[in-house]
């Protein structure tokens, strides 16, 4: 059974960072795809950032040179660096994992998910 957790959530002001990590159990990180979401009230799941079997990156337009996605396969994470926050990036963040064949990028079609982990920006 593939189990993610989420850590590194937290209130900062505009401006600050936070790094965010999943910790995985039950697969090896080289087999799967990794993708960072995040989602507030009322809307629906945002991809934020997503790393690939061969460690290719990809971000959202809204979040490219501030953030960055990066997974350590030796400790079965996947990391996302979040600099120079802004008070929309306000959001319950989630990590997903998919086998690599069928990679998913930014779309949510995932099937594993953590629970996810609270970041709140302040102006």
């Known amino acids: 059974q593939v189990q993610l957790m989420e850590s590194g959530g937290g209130s900062v002001q505009a401006g600050g960072s936070l790094r965010l990590s999943c910790e995985a159990s039950g697969y090896t990180t080289n087999d799967y795809c990794w993708g960072w979401f995040r989602q507030t009230p009322g809307k629906g799941r945002e991809g934020v950032a997503t790393v690939d079997l061969f460690g290719g990156t990809i971000y959202a337009d809204s979040v490219k040179g501030r953030f960055t996605i990066s997974k350590d396969n030796t400790k079965n994470t996947l990391n996302l660096q979040m600099n120079n926050l802004k008070p929309e990036d306000t959001a319950m963040y989630y990590c997903?994992?998919?086998?690599?064949?069928?990679?998913?990028?930014?779309?949510?079609?995932?099937?594993?998910w953590g629970q996810g982990t609270q970041v709140t920006v302040s102006s």
């Open positions: 997903a994992a998919e086998y690599w064949t069928r990679c998913p990028y930014l779309t949510t079609n995932y099937n594993f």
